[in-house]
């Protein structure tokens, strides 16, 4: 039996098996609990449901990045309760489908490569929020981790993994005034002794999941900026509302 006769038997298996799975166990919207269509561009969220998320307006960037003391902010989506977008960073942190915290992150690096491109020419890495040890390793990942694993399959950041470290172990800020999350998160984080900052010759966005007072990552931000002398930046999946 020649070689290509061999690949064609072995595709329409291949294609037989992935029909059965899928008539079997359908992929469903985490948001909307339909069978996702054959078509659809990720196997999470239905395309059109997707599309309809609220988007936060670009007015609301420089309020924010006052706030955190950012010198660049960027967030896609506004993060309400029982909101779509809620559901998918629920099922990315509290599920472990990291995968999603890929996908989001491939969209919010093809919203900073479309329009935010000139912005970030002096920016060159991606720092993700760390977790406490304790926290990790209950977890078992860094759901900030793929989200800058998602931006870099569109843009070219390398990700400063290890590079800070959470020395404090944070109660939740759940419940917390703006002045409580302050002082619950204030010297939560310290560089790591490993990282020599003379290296560092270009700017840092900071990423995390969902920015809700700003307290976690205003604090990332004042440490790198009392430890480097580049610019620091923000970026988040979502904005609380």
Do not use: W
Not at 93 to 107: D, E, N
Not at 164 to 172: D, G
């Amino acid at each position: 039996m020649s070689n290509n006769i061999k690949d064609i038997i072995s595709n329409k298996s291949t294609a037989l098996f992935n029909d059965v799975v899928d008539f079997l166990y359908p992929k469903i919207c985490i948001v909307s609990d339909l069978r996702i269509p054959e078509e659809n561009s990720n196997d999470f969220v239905i395309d059109r449901i997707l599309q309809s998320f609220e988007i936060i307006n670009e007015d609301e960037f420089s309020f924010m990045r006052s706030k955190i003391n950012a010198d660049f902010f960027f967030s896609k989506y506004a993060f309400r309760h029982e909101s779509g977008i809620q559901s998918l960073i629920h099922y990315l942190k509290y599920r472990g489908f990291t995968k999603i915290g890929t996908f989001l992150g491939s969209i919010i690096g093809t919203e900073l490569k479309l329009h935010h491109s000139e912005k970030l020419k002096g920016y060159n890495y991606l720092l993700p929020v760390p977790l406490h040890s304790g926290k990790l390793r209950e977890r078992g990942f860094n759901q900030s981790m793929y989200i800058c694993k998602g931006i870099v399959e569109v843009l070219p950041f390398e990700i400063l993994n290890e590079n800070i470290i959470r020395v404090k172990n944070t109660k939740s800020q759940t419940g917390l005034s703006f002045e409580e999350r302050i002082a619950n998160v204030r010297d939560a984080f310290d560089l790591n002794p490993k990282l020599k900052t003379s290296e560092l010759k270009s700017g840092i966005l900071v990423v995390d999941d969902v920015i809700t007072t700003g307290s976690t990552i205003k604090e990332v931000i004042r440490m790198l900026k009392q430890d480097t002398s580049v610019s620091v930046g923000a970026v988040t999946i979502g904005l609380a509302k």
